[in-house]
Protein backbone atom coordinates (compact mmCIF):
# COMPACT_ATOMS: atom_id res chain seq x y z
CA UNK A 1 0.00 0.00 0.00
CA UNK A 2 1.01 2.90 -0.69
CA UNK A 3 1.23 6.52 1.33
CA UNK A 4 1.61 9.89 0.07
CA UNK A 5 3.70 11.71 2.73
CA UNK A 6 4.13 15.36 1.53
CA UNK A 7 6.09 15.37 -1.40
CA UNK A 8 7.19 11.96 -0.78
CA UNK A 9 5.52 8.25 -1.25
CA UNK A 10 6.31 5.56 1.45
CA UNK A 11 5.36 2.13 1.24
CA UNK A 12 3.56 0.65 4.11
CA UNK A 13 3.57 -3.66 4.70
CA UNK A 14 0.34 -5.07 5.33
CA UNK A 15 2.43 -8.40 5.81
CA UNK A 16 2.44 -6.59 9.73
CA UNK A 17 -0.81 -7.31 10.58
CA UNK A 18 -1.14 -10.80 8.63
CA UNK A 19 1.97 -11.42 10.81
CA UNK A 20 0.12 -10.28 13.85
CA UNK A 21 -3.27 -11.93 13.52
CA UNK A 22 -0.82 -15.22 12.49
CA UNK A 23 0.51 -15.17 15.62
CA UNK A 24 -2.84 -14.78 17.73
CA UNK A 25 -3.99 -17.88 15.86
CA UNK A 26 -0.86 -20.13 16.43
CA UNK A 27 -1.37 -18.64 20.56
CA UNK A 28 -5.05 -19.79 20.61
CA UNK A 29 -4.13 -23.26 19.06
CA UNK A 30 -1.39 -24.14 21.32
CA UNK A 31 -3.00 -22.72 24.42
CA UNK A 32 -5.53 -24.75 23.36
CA UNK A 33 -3.73 -27.64 22.48
CA UNK A 34 -1.77 -27.34 26.10
CA UNK A 35 -5.58 -27.21 27.76
CA UNK A 36 -6.40 -30.57 25.83
CA UNK A 37 -3.46 -32.24 27.48
CA UNK A 38 -4.28 -30.74 30.77
CA UNK A 39 -7.10 -32.37 30.34
CA UNK A 40 -6.31 -35.78 29.54
CA UNK A 41 -3.53 -35.87 31.56
CA UNK A 42 -5.66 -35.40 34.69
CA UNK A 43 -7.94 -37.88 33.44
CA UNK A 44 -5.62 -40.60 33.23
CA UNK A 45 -4.46 -39.76 37.16
CA UNK A 46 -8.38 -39.83 38.11
CA UNK A 47 -8.13 -43.02 36.52
CA UNK A 48 -4.59 -44.25 37.82
CA UNK A 49 -5.20 -43.43 41.09
CA UNK A 50 -8.93 -44.83 41.46
CA UNK A 51 -6.96 -47.91 40.16
CA UNK A 52 -4.98 -48.50 43.09
CA UNK A 53 -6.26 -49.54 46.51
CA UNK A 54 -3.37 -48.51 49.22
CA UNK A 55 -5.37 -49.77 52.05
CA UNK A 56 -2.85 -50.69 55.37
CA UNK A 57 -2.97 -50.29 59.01
CA UNK A 58 -3.65 -46.57 59.92
CA UNK A 59 -4.63 -44.62 62.48
CA UNK A 60 -8.11 -44.28 61.04
CA UNK A 61 -10.54 -45.41 58.66
CA UNK A 62 -12.29 -42.06 56.60
CA UNK A 63 -15.54 -42.51 54.69
CA UNK A 64 -17.14 -39.75 52.56
CA UNK A 65 -20.62 -39.06 52.87
CA UNK A 66 -22.86 -39.32 49.58
CA UNK A 67 -26.13 -39.36 49.04
CA UNK A 68 -28.91 -40.60 51.71
CA UNK A 69 -33.21 -40.72 51.42
CA UNK A 70 -34.50 -40.10 55.10
CA UNK A 71 -32.02 -42.31 56.65
CA UNK A 72 -31.54 -44.59 54.02
CA UNK A 73 -28.08 -44.93 52.64
CA UNK A 74 -27.61 -44.46 48.87
CA UNK A 75 -26.37 -47.00 46.30
CA UNK A 76 -23.75 -45.20 46.30
CA UNK A 77 -23.15 -44.77 49.70
CA UNK A 78 -23.92 -48.20 50.88
CA UNK A 79 -21.00 -49.29 48.81
CA UNK A 80 -18.92 -47.03 50.21
CA UNK A 81 -19.77 -47.89 53.90
CA UNK A 82 -20.16 -51.38 53.22
CA UNK A 83 -16.08 -51.07 52.03
CA UNK A 84 -15.11 -49.16 54.75
CA UNK A 85 -16.63 -51.31 57.30
CA UNK A 86 -15.41 -54.55 55.74
CA UNK A 87 -11.76 -52.53 56.28
CA UNK A 88 -12.45 -52.23 60.00
CA UNK A 89 -13.42 -55.50 60.73
CA UNK A 90 -10.51 -56.56 59.17
CA UNK A 91 -8.07 -54.37 61.57
CA UNK A 92 -6.85 -51.61 59.60
CA UNK A 93 -7.76 -49.27 62.24
CA UNK A 94 -9.29 -48.42 65.41
CA UNK A 95 -11.32 -45.35 64.78
CA UNK A 96 -14.54 -44.94 62.37
CA UNK A 97 -14.36 -41.63 60.87
CA UNK A 98 -17.88 -40.84 59.17
CA UNK A 99 -18.62 -37.59 57.22
CA UNK A 100 -21.51 -35.34 55.91
CA UNK A 101 -24.37 -32.82 56.28
CA UNK A 102 -27.76 -32.20 54.77
CA UNK A 103 -28.69 -30.46 52.35
CA UNK A 104 -32.19 -28.27 52.30
CA UNK A 105 -35.27 -30.82 52.91
CA UNK A 106 -33.26 -33.60 54.26
CA UNK A 107 -33.95 -35.09 57.90
CA UNK A 108 -30.98 -36.05 58.73
CA UNK A 109 -27.12 -36.22 57.79
CA UNK A 110 -25.11 -38.22 55.74
CA UNK A 111 -22.77 -38.82 58.78
CA UNK A 112 -25.48 -39.54 61.07
CA UNK A 113 -27.09 -42.06 58.48
CA UNK A 114 -22.72 -43.37 58.24
CA UNK A 115 -22.71 -43.79 61.88
CA UNK A 116 -26.00 -45.70 61.90
CA UNK A 117 -25.18 -48.34 59.01
CA UNK A 118 -21.64 -48.60 60.74
CA UNK A 119 -23.03 -49.71 64.14
CA UNK A 120 -25.62 -52.18 62.59
CA UNK A 121 -22.99 -53.65 60.88
CA UNK A 122 -20.58 -54.20 64.02
CA UNK A 123 -18.71 -51.16 64.55
CA UNK A 124 -18.67 -50.62 68.57
CA UNK A 125 -20.49 -46.80 68.71
CA UNK A 126 -17.16 -45.79 71.11
CA UNK A 127 -14.88 -46.53 67.95
CA UNK A 128 -16.91 -43.91 65.47
CA UNK A 129 -15.79 -40.60 65.38
CA UNK A 130 -17.53 -37.93 62.94
CA UNK A 131 -18.50 -34.58 61.50
CA UNK A 132 -22.18 -33.85 60.42
CA UNK A 133 -21.96 -30.10 59.12
CA UNK A 134 -19.85 -30.24 55.32
CA UNK A 135 -21.71 -30.19 52.00
CA UNK A 136 -18.65 -30.70 49.94
CA UNK A 137 -15.39 -32.43 50.37
CA UNK A 138 -12.97 -29.53 50.93
CA UNK A 139 -15.13 -28.51 53.67
CA UNK A 140 -15.51 -32.68 55.05
CA UNK A 141 -11.57 -32.65 54.79
CA UNK A 142 -11.00 -29.72 56.83
CA UNK A 143 -13.28 -31.00 59.52
CA UNK A 144 -11.75 -34.75 59.47
CA UNK A 145 -8.52 -33.07 59.71
CA UNK A 146 -9.39 -31.34 62.79
CA UNK A 147 -10.63 -34.61 63.95
CA UNK A 148 -7.58 -36.26 63.62
CA UNK A 149 -5.33 -33.69 64.95
CA UNK A 150 -7.19 -33.41 68.10
CA UNK A 151 -6.86 -37.03 68.93
CA UNK A 152 -3.43 -37.17 67.50
CA UNK A 153 -4.26 -39.33 64.49
CA UNK A 154 -2.17 -38.93 61.87
CA UNK A 155 -2.41 -41.77 59.34
CA UNK A 156 -5.63 -42.27 57.37
CA UNK A 157 -7.03 -45.21 54.66
CA UNK A 158 -9.61 -42.74 52.69
CA UNK A 159 -13.10 -44.59 50.78
CA UNK A 160 -14.80 -43.03 48.17
CA UNK A 161 -15.92 -44.12 44.76
CA UNK A 162 -12.44 -44.24 42.52
CA UNK A 163 -13.11 -40.73 40.43
CA UNK A 164 -13.20 -39.29 43.80
CA UNK A 165 -9.68 -40.50 45.18
CA UNK A 166 -7.10 -38.26 43.18
CA UNK A 167 -8.92 -35.16 44.88
CA UNK A 168 -9.71 -36.37 48.13
CA UNK A 169 -6.10 -37.90 48.77
CA UNK A 170 -4.59 -34.01 47.15
CA UNK A 171 -6.83 -32.21 50.26
CA UNK A 172 -5.43 -34.57 52.73
CA UNK A 173 -1.88 -34.24 51.95
CA UNK A 174 -2.53 -30.11 51.63
CA UNK A 175 -4.43 -30.64 54.91
CA UNK A 176 -1.13 -32.30 56.97
CA UNK A 177 -2.56 -36.00 56.94
CA UNK A 178 -0.82 -39.22 55.78
CA UNK A 179 -3.49 -40.55 53.68
CA UNK A 180 -4.00 -43.78 51.20
CA UNK A 181 -7.04 -44.35 49.21
CA UNK A 182 -9.15 -47.69 49.15
CA UNK A 183 -11.71 -46.81 46.80
CA UNK A 184 -14.90 -49.00 46.84
CA UNK A 185 -14.62 -52.00 44.40
CA UNK A 186 -18.28 -52.36 43.67
CA UNK A 187 -19.81 -48.62 43.40
CA UNK A 188 -22.76 -48.77 41.22
CA UNK A 189 -21.55 -45.56 39.84
CA UNK A 190 -18.55 -47.06 38.01
CA UNK A 191 -20.60 -50.00 36.49
CA UNK A 192 -22.56 -47.39 34.36
CA UNK A 193 -20.47 -45.75 31.79
CA UNK A 194 -22.09 -42.67 31.29
CA UNK A 195 -21.93 -42.32 34.80
CA UNK A 196 -18.23 -42.55 35.20
CA UNK A 197 -17.90 -40.17 32.43
CA UNK A 198 -19.96 -37.77 34.32
CA UNK A 199 -18.09 -38.55 37.51
CA UNK A 200 -14.81 -37.71 35.93
CA UNK A 201 -16.04 -34.69 34.55
CA UNK A 202 -17.28 -33.47 38.13
CA UNK A 203 -13.91 -34.40 39.04
CA UNK A 204 -11.86 -31.96 36.22
CA UNK A 205 -14.05 -29.16 37.58
CA UNK A 206 -13.62 -29.71 41.15
CA UNK A 207 -9.72 -30.48 40.77
CA UNK A 208 -9.91 -27.08 38.67
CA UNK A 209 -11.34 -25.02 40.87
CA UNK A 210 -9.32 -26.46 44.12
CA UNK A 211 -5.88 -25.81 42.17
CA UNK A 212 -6.93 -22.27 40.94
CA UNK A 213 -8.85 -21.09 43.58
CA UNK A 214 -8.38 -23.20 46.79
CA UNK A 215 -12.11 -23.71 47.25
CA UNK A 216 -14.63 -26.64 46.48
CA UNK A 217 -17.64 -26.97 44.51
CA UNK A 218 -20.83 -26.39 45.99
CA UNK A 219 -23.38 -29.12 45.27
CA UNK A 220 -26.51 -28.57 43.79
CA UNK A 221 -27.80 -32.40 43.86
CA UNK A 222 -26.93 -35.47 45.62
CA UNK A 223 -25.23 -38.12 44.36
CA UNK A 224 -27.33 -40.81 43.42
Given amino acids: MLVRVGAEVQEVSRSLTRSKRGDV???GIGALALLVLGVA?????I?????????????????LGAAQYDGRPSPVFEARLAHAVELYHQGLAKTFVVTGGRIPGDITTEGAVARAYAIDHGVPAEAIIGEFEARNTLTSMRSVAKLLRDRD???????????????????????GIEGYGSPTPDSPAMADPVARLRATVHEL???GVYFVTGGDLEPTSTEP
Fill in 25 to 27: VRL
Fill in 41 to 45: ATTVR
Fill in 47 to 63: WQQGAQDEQRHADAIVV
Fill in 153 to 175: LRTAVFVSDPTHMLRVLRMAHDL
Fill in 205 to 207: GAL
